[in-house]
């Protein structure tokens, strides 16, 4: 069985994280991850911390495993979501779409490990002297809002300028990446896509069937123009969106456009309005398992070829 020193560290049976997916990562799948020894994450995304509180006490009524909540540092209610994970005494905090140096004195000082989510060298290096207890190296592949680098380019240049365990994510979604993920210097994987089909996500069936019949061109990255890219399906949304951003169309009415598409994706299924995120790696993706599934099929996969890997040296 594969273990790191992430599975000591944070009292989980496997290294493996689920993404923090806005809309779709409640306290039912976070615990189903969880429960299949990997930790479980609960998205905070843009809801207020009551929300979230109810998430993190759903999820407890499933399990007594470890359980995460990924902050979006964005968000209108960052600053409640923060005294929320402290009150709740959650595992675990992942940070993404920001810098989260204000809030972590307080999170380390509640017992919380601290684990955010970097794009860059600079942030990696940021993140490593404020005390995070380890780093997620998260390359363009990935669903939803991407940086510049890819994850083979960015993981090893992560690996390099911290001591801290770094997770990979972006662009896995089974053994083989997670065996590539361990060769470039990483001790763990953060999946999104994959546990789009989890039989325990609550997406729209549209959503998890576009999930399961997707192809290797099949996302497209829109928001550049923005400043926040964001990788989705390539779906009639998408299209439009892209035409109106490189047609001249005023800030303020992209900002509009994109309002409220992932919860039309997410809850509705709508292919004409909705914004379905997924990383590139949903190809891959090829039928609805439990989480608890995914997660053994994943790591069982990678042994043989971390095990193999001594017969190319001759």
């Not at 560290?9 to 991850?33: E, H, S």
């Not at 609805?288 to 099929?297: C, D, L, T, V």
Request: with cysteine; glycine share 12%.
């Amino acid at each position: 069985m594969i273990r790191s020193e992430l599975c000591t560290l944070l009292g989980i049976q496997y290294p493996v994280f689920q993404g923090g997916m806005a809309w779709i990562a409640d306290g039912k799948l976070a615990a189903a991850v969880s429960q299949g020894g990997g930790l479980g994450i609960i998205a905070a995304g843009n809801a207020p911390g009551e929300a979230v509180r109810e998430e993190i006490r759903a999820a407890r009524s499933l399990t007594d495993k470890p359980i995460g909540v990924n902050i979006m540092l964005m968000s209108p209610f960052v600053d409640e979501i923060a005294q929320v994970v402290v009150e709740e005494k959650v595992d675990v905090v992942t940070t993404g779409a920001g810098n989260p140096s204000k809030y972590m004195k307080a999170w380390k000082e509640a017992g919380i490990h601290v684990i955010p989510v970097v794009a860059s060298v600079a942030m990696a290096k940021l993140m490593t002297r404020l005390g995070a207890s380890a780093l997620i190296a998260e390359g363009g592949e990935s669903g939803g809002h991407v940086g510049e680098l890819t994850t083979m380019v960015l993981v090893p240049q992560v690996c390099d300028v911290t001591d801290l365990p770094v997770l990979a994510a972006g662009g896995i979604a089974d053994g083989r990446g997670v065996a590539a993920a361990f060769m470039l210097g990483a001790c763990g994987v953060q999946m999104g896509t994959r546990f789009l089909s989890a039989v325990e996500c609550s997406i729209h069936p549209t959503y998890k069937e576009r999930i399961l019949k997707a192809t290797d061109l099949c996302t497209m990255v829109t928001g550049k123009r923005l400043g926040h890219p964001v990788r989705s399906l390539r779906t009639q949304f998408a299209r439009n969106y892209a035409k109106a951003e490189y047609g001249g169309t005023p800030d303020e009415d992209l900002e509009a456009l994109g309002s409220g598409a992932l919860r039309l994706a997410v809850q509705e299924g709508d292919l004409e309005k909705g914004c379905f995120l997924s990383g590139q790696i949903a190809a891959l993706v090829k039928k609805e398992q439990s989480a608890a599934e995914i997660i053994k099929e994943v790591m069982e996969g990678a042994e043989p070829l971390l095990r193999g890997a001594a017969e190319w040296v001759k």
